[in-house]
């Protein structure tokens, strides 16, 4: 499942070498912290975050597979 969301964040991030993707599993739910440089916070999650809002509704369909909860989280890098 992270693949698919650093798919999905590598299609609209600039700089997709400086993305840190942080994964942490506990029980059925798993948190995804995906951190960004400020260039890309923007594009990643799009106007009004929408497309952090459809990245979160993808994950968690294909998640229902898994029998999984996703849980994620978009943070600015500290420069």
Known sequence: MTE???Y???QFAENPES??????ENGNTVDVTIVLTEDDMGKVIG???KIAKALRTIVGAAAKKNGKRYNIEIKSKAE
Do not use: A, F, S, T
């Not at 993305?19 to 942490?24: D, Q, T």
């Open 19 to 24: 993305i840190e993707y942080i994964v942490e």
């Open 47 to 49: 106007r009004q975050g």
């Open 8 to 10: 999905i964040v590598n």
């Open 4 to 6: 698919l969301i650093k």
